[in-house]
Structures are given as structure tokens and as C-alpha cells.
């Protein structure tokens, strides 16, 4: 097996690494490599995939399918292939997974590291809910753990950011859906309370809020709130083209404040009274960014962040009040998130809990990251917590506050990996093994 050396980074380009790289073709060969942390497609936003002056495997060539159930939708893949490689294969035969993130590059494995959370998550939970098996690389040795058979080392291993061992293949079992196509009904929100109110009352599987950030006083928190379920109509959108691609890094001037302003404005604008419905690609519906391939350059060199957190329920007037701090900065960009999510995950570090989720990315710069600062500080007094999978600026004392299960998670991990030959730069700036 040849290791290669090379700088790569994570989606938001602000924080890099440099390691010897190996990317295995079989599974066979990787209790010959020894234990490295494994990446995917690198689509966590800081540093979870990083590991400055070491080695990774990468398991992007490990994207078999192994077997597949067509009467129970049960699925075993490496955990090399990407989630929306399952979607595409299976929803023509009635199945997809269960959960799908926000991008269809994210691999299998990476959402049982994160356990990811979709449009869903109040009904259906999170990634790894839904995950029956899987099969990990410890010490060298594969081990089948189930959520009943190794208990403790499963939940270590959901959302445990890759630390307990790799994730050679995962059984999971898929959702039955009608087709490939997605009717999408979208309606406008005047404002934060009624945009809450949309989400809160919402009765569809899959249910999302895009948010006008930069919108300040009576129109504070408006955005438009899209309601989903899977159809056998087909789509309406046109015929599959190749997908775009930003060619370059984007200058600063692109994503100015009076460019983001107008162009949100114009977003919110474009769905006319009283909502409109149309039937969309399943693609379309869960991975709209994908068809443009780097997007992330749209944020220019020196990358940018993502702020995701989530509070309870009852700390609404909480999130209301960051959402007006993000307002006033004028640092948005267009891409601003907001979701209802369900009960807690069954992972240590599992990241959804009850309540709501806020998404924003910000361009990087010195007063993105006082604001981003400003803004997990606020979120740990809510009682609420940051995903891992997008941070690149949390502290170590902010993280093990949000994160009450982290000593026991620790433990765990360091029985498994006791040489900590797995940690990240993530899990070594965060302090998360350390007891």
C-alpha cells in the first residue's frame, strides 16, 4: 500500500492539514495499514477530518455494495460509498435511506462518525437510528457491533467522530418511498414567529426552513419553510444537465452585504403568495447544492464557517435573539438554515437534541470569528450545543459543557484506541480524550 503526502482540507477551506494519505482499493487490505484515522469525502466543514503531521486512510475506493434485501430494504455497503449513490441506486426499487444530510457526497461511514441528521429528523431521528449493523476495524480486527450486541462501543462509535476504530461496512436499513420524485410544497414566513409556527405545526416526513438572515425588525426571521414527501409522479424539472462547477475562488466583492441583501430578498420573493407545489428530482429536493460542484469557492481563498447549533424548544426567544445578533453583524451569507428536531440521538456524542436547529455560514474573517465566538458562548448558556461535523472555532471548556456524556464517550474510545492513534485535530484542539 502506498502513502502519499498531501495538504487537504475540510469543506470550509479555513483550516488544513498535511499527512500521509493511504487510499485502500480493497478491505482486505486495511488491517495491513495499522490504526490511522479514516476520511471520506471530506465534507465535515473544519477540522473532524484532519490530522496535521500523520496519517489517514481514506476510503473513498471502498464503495461496494455487499448485499441488499429487496422485501426488508436491509443494505450492507462499505463505508466508502457516498449516501447519494444509495438513493440513486434504490429509490427506482422503492427504498432509500432513512436519513439523508445535506449533501449526497457525504460517505456511509462519515454519517455514522457524525450521525448526521436530515429534513426528517423529527420524525424519523438520526443517521444512526437506522443503522441495524456494523462492522469495525479494532486493533486490527474486524468486530460486528450492533445497538445490542456491544452496546456501549456502538454508541461510542455513532457520532464518535471516527475514534473507536474504522468503520469498514455498515447493514442499514432503508425507508420504502414512492419513487425518485420529491412533491415539494414551499411557502413564505413573514417573520421569526411565523416561521416557527410553520415548522412547529408541520405535518409532513420532511420538513426544512430557509432563513433570511440578513433581515432585520418586522421582518426579522422571515424565510420561506418547504414541506416534503416522496411521490411516484415524476419531475417536473428539466432533463438532467451536467452539473456546474465554480471554477475559482470567488473575490470578496461577491458576497458583499448589499449582494447577500438583494439576493435574499430576491429568494424570498421568487414564491408568490399563498405558496406554490411542484414535483422535484429526489436529488434536487435533499442535495440542492450538489449539482454545483465547489461551491465553497464561492467564499473566495481564505474559506469560510459554518455556525450550526441547537436549543431546546424553550430557549426559542434564545435563538431569536442570535438570529437578530446575526442580522446586525451584516456578515451573513445566503445559505441559512432553520429545522425542528426530534428526541435526543442514542450516541455519546450524537448532536441532535429536541428542539432547533441554526445553520450560517459566515465568510471567513477576524469579525466572523469573534461573532461565531459570541454566538457558541450564547448557545452554551441556552443549555444547547454546536455539531462537531461543522465547527473549526469552539473551545475545549464550550465543547465538554455542551457535550455531558463526553468523559464516558472518552473512556470508552481510550479502551479501544489506547495509544490515541485515531485522533484528529478536532478531538486534540477540543480536548475530547483527554480524562
Not at 37 to 43: D, L, Q, V, Y
Not at 89 to 107: K, S
Not at 131 to 136: C, E, F, G, Q, Y
Not at 388 to 400: C, G, M, N, P, V
Amino acid at each position: 500500500m502506498l502513502w502519499n503526502t498531501q495538504t487537504y482540507t475540510g469543506w470550509g477551506h479555513v483550516l488544513s492539514a498535511t499527512s500521509e494519505i493511504a487510499r485502500p482499493e480493497r478491505a482486505t487490505a486495511l488491517a495491513s495499514l495499522g490504526a490511522h484515522p479514516a476520511i471520506g469525502a471530506r465534507r465535515s466543514y473544519g477540522d473532524a477530518c484532519l490530522n496535521s503531521d500523520g496519517t489517514a486512510v481514506d476510503m473513498t475506493r471502498l464503495d461496494r455494495i455487499l448485499s441488499f434485501d429487496a422485501s426488508t430494504g436491509l443494505v450492507e455497503a462499505e463505508a466508502g460509498i457516498a449516501i447519494g449513490e444509495l438513493a440513486r441506486l434504490f429509490a427506482p426499487m422503492g427504498w432509500m435511506p432513512a436519513v439523508m444530510p445535506g449533501t449526497g457526497f457525504a460517505t456511509l461511514g462519515g454519517c455514522i462518525a457524525m450521525d448526521v441528521h436530515g429534513k426528517n429528523h423529527h420524525v424519523d431521528g438520526s443517521f444512526g437510528g437506522h443503522v441495524t449493523a456494523l462492522k469495525l476495524m479494532v486493533a486490527g480486527k474486524v468486530k460486528t457491533i450492533t445497538p445490542k450486541r456491544n452496546t456501549r462501543l456502538f454508541a461510542a462509535t455513532v457520532g464518535g467522530l471516527g475514534q473507536t476504530g474504522i468503520i469498514v461496512s455498515a447493514t442499514l436499513q432503508m425507508e420504502r418511498c414512492e419513487g425518485e420524485g420529491m412533491e415539494v410544497s414551499e411557502q413564505r414566513a413573514e417573520n421569526w414567529e411565523e416561521h416557527i409556527a410553520l415548522l412547529a405545526s408541520s405535518q409532513a416526513r420532511y420538513t426544512v426552513g430557509w432563513l433570511d438572515c440578513t433581515a432585520k425588525a418586522k421582518n426579522l426571521g422571515r424565510g420561506i419553510v418547504e414541506e416534503a414527501r416522496s411521490t411516484a409522479v415524476r419531475p417536473q424539472s428539466a432533463p438532467k444537465a451536467a452539473a456546474k462547477s465554480v471554477p475559482f475562488n470567488f473575490p470578496r466583492f461577491t458576497l458583499s452585504k448589499a449582494m447577500v441583501s438583494g439576493f435574499n430578498k430576491a429568494y424570498y420573493l421568487r414564491i408568490r403568495d399563498g405558496g406554490q407545489t411542484r414535483i422535484k428530482p429526489l436529488e434536487e429536493f435533499f442535495f440542492p447544492l450538489d449539482k454545483i460542484h465547489n461551491w465553497n469557492r464561492l467564499y473566495g481563498k481564505n474559506g469560510f464557517h459554518q455556525f450550526q447549533c441547537v436549543l431546546p424548544e424553550a430557549k426559542l426567544p434564545e435563538l431569536r435573539a442570535m438570529v437578530e445578533t446575526i442580522a446586525h453583524s451584516g456578515l451573513a451569507s445566503p445559505l441559512a438554515v432553520l429545522k425542528r428536531l426530534g428526541p435526543e440521538a442514542a450516541g455519546m456524542l450524537s448532536f441532535p437534541m429536541e428542539g432547533y436547529t441554526l445553520a450560517v455560514d459566515f465568510r471567513e474573517s477576524a469579525k466572523a470569528r469573534a461573532l461565531i465566538a459570541e454566538l457558541n458562548a450564547a448557545t452554551l448558556a441556552a443549555g444547547g450545543r454546536i455539531y462537531f461535523a461543522k465547527d473549526s472555532l469552539a473551545t475545549e471548556a464550550e465543547a465538554k459543557a455542551m457535550y455531558p456524556d463526553w468523559a464516558a464517550w472518552a473512556k470508552e474510545v481510550n479502551t479501544h484506541d489506547p495509544d490515541h492513534q485515531l485522533e484528529t485535530d478536532l478531538t486534540r484542539r477540543l480536548g475530547l480524550r483527554s480524562i
